[in-house]
């Protein structure tokens, strides 16, 4: 069974910094890309980054500048690095990953979502 753990939320000041963490874990057979969405109360879950495991990362124009994703492949893990943060960054916050697994002879792709971390920006 395949599983994402997210760490690294909490209560930051605006202007601050915080970094985020999800490591994926199970009988992973690869993963095709890993990312970070966001929802704050009353709103739909955006995406914030993306990053395959080629390296490639899209943002959303909010965070552009402000965020970097990062990913170790050796260890299934991506990172969120939160930089000059903002009230409105203020949500919980969900990786996902879209991951491939080995099914007799065949590969199947999936996708799996962690159960969110909190980040609260004070202002």
């Known amino acids: 069974q395949v599983q994402l753990v997210e760490s690294g939320g909490g209560l930051v000041q605006t202007g601050g910094s915080l970094r985020l963490s999800c490591a994926a874990s199970?009988?992973?057979?690869?993963?095709?890309?890993m990312g970070w969405y966001r929802q704050a109360p009353g709103n739909q879950r955006e995406l914030v980054a993306t990053?395959?495991?080629?390296?490639?990362?899209n943002y959303t124009d909010s965070v552009k500048g402000r965020f970097t994703i990062s990913s170790d492949n050796a260890k299934n893990t991506a990172f969120l690095q939160m930089n000059e943060v903002k009230p409105e960054d203020t949500a919980v916050y969900y990786c996902?990953?879209?991951?491939?697994?080995?099914?007799?002879?065949?590969?199947?792709?999936?996708?799996?979502w962690g159960q969110g971390t909190l980040v609260t920006v004070s202002s």
């Open positions: 199970g009988s992973i057979f690869s993963i095709d890309a």
């Open positions: 990053i395959t495991s080629g390296g490639v990362t």
């Open positions: 996902n990953a879209r991951y491939r697994v080995l099914d007799g002879q065949y590969v199947i792709s999936l996708e799996i």
